[in-house]
């Protein structure tokens, strides 16, 4: 229930993902994909997107716009410490 209040709080919000990811996390300490699908639901985006944005470790700290425009393929070098 307080994922899906997580979920509604900021999905008529630009930029919803990773505000969404961040509250699950702090809320439940991981996030789970099973939650995928509902997520890409209320967001009306694909399930792979949301899977793409936290396969890739931890959802960044920060403003969400910036995080945003950033690339998982990024994040992964990122990671991994590979510059480029």
Do not use: K, W
Not at 4 to 24: V, W
Not at 35 to 61: C, D, K, M, S
């Amino acid at each position: 229930m307080r994922a899906a209040q997580i979920i509604s709080t900021h999905s008529h919000s630009e930029n919803s993902l990773l505000p969404i990811l961040r509250g699950i996390q702090e809320e439940f300490g991981y996030t789970d994909e099973a939650g995928e699908p509902v997520i890409a639901h209320a967001l009306n985006i694909t399930r792979a997107q949301v899977h793409g944005r936290f396969a890739y470790g931890p959802v960044p700290e920060g403003d969400a716009a910036t995080c945003q425009d950033q690339s998982p393929c990024a994040g992964e070098r990122r990671r991994r410490g590979v510059a480029g």
